[in-house]
């Protein structure tokens, strides 16, 4: 794997070996969305409806499971913990977020997924960047969020490597 900086990063798996220096098995190596590269293209100002209907629809489909998920929540753990969920879909619905993707959108002419990550990476910034330690904790639920958007995207895939 490739840090920012270009250079390979070396990890070592621990598991059961089949015999000293040998073992057998399946591995999965997950790079968290965020983290992985993904395709930046260009488009052209005819693409930039499509592209905004993309960044609508997964903002529509992370809402209703933003609802499922504060549902299910509040009946295990009570209304508190599922505010966490409604407070995410506030921030989903804020008009900064809305404005400054439409921005982005049309002014830099790229994908809807280098749309979001443009978007919610600057969003956590700011919210790391707070003196309070309590709204610096919400660039994770921005993270979330971003998540949650760019893997709703069916076109957002991981890649298998073999060997």
Do not use: W
Request: charged share 35%.
């Amino acid at each position: 794997m490739k840090t920012e900086s270009g250079k390979d990063k070396m990890f070592t798996l621990v598991g059961k070996g089949v015999s000293p220096g040998l073992a057998k098995g399946k591995a999965f190596v997950y790079i968290d969305v965020l983290q992985r590269d993904s395709e930046l293209y260009v488009i052209d100002r005819a693409q930039i409806g499509e592209e905004k209907a993309r960044i609508e629809k997964a903002i529509g489909d992370v809402r209703q499971n933003l609802t499922i998920d504060a549902k299910q929540i509040e009946v295990k753990l009570g209304k508190h913990s599922a505010d966490i969920f409604l407070a995410q879909e506030a921030i989903l619905l804020d008009s900064f977020v809305a404005e400054e993707m439409k921005r982005i959108l049309e002014a830099e002419l790229i994908n809807a997924e280098q749309v979001v990550r443009t978007v919610f990476r600057l969003l956590a910034r700011r919210f790391r960047d707070m003196n309070n330690e309590v709204l610096r904790d919400r660039g994770d639920d921005i993270d979330d969020l971003s998540r949650r958007l760019l893997l709703s995207n069916p076109a957002v895939r991981c890649k298998v490597r073999r060997n």
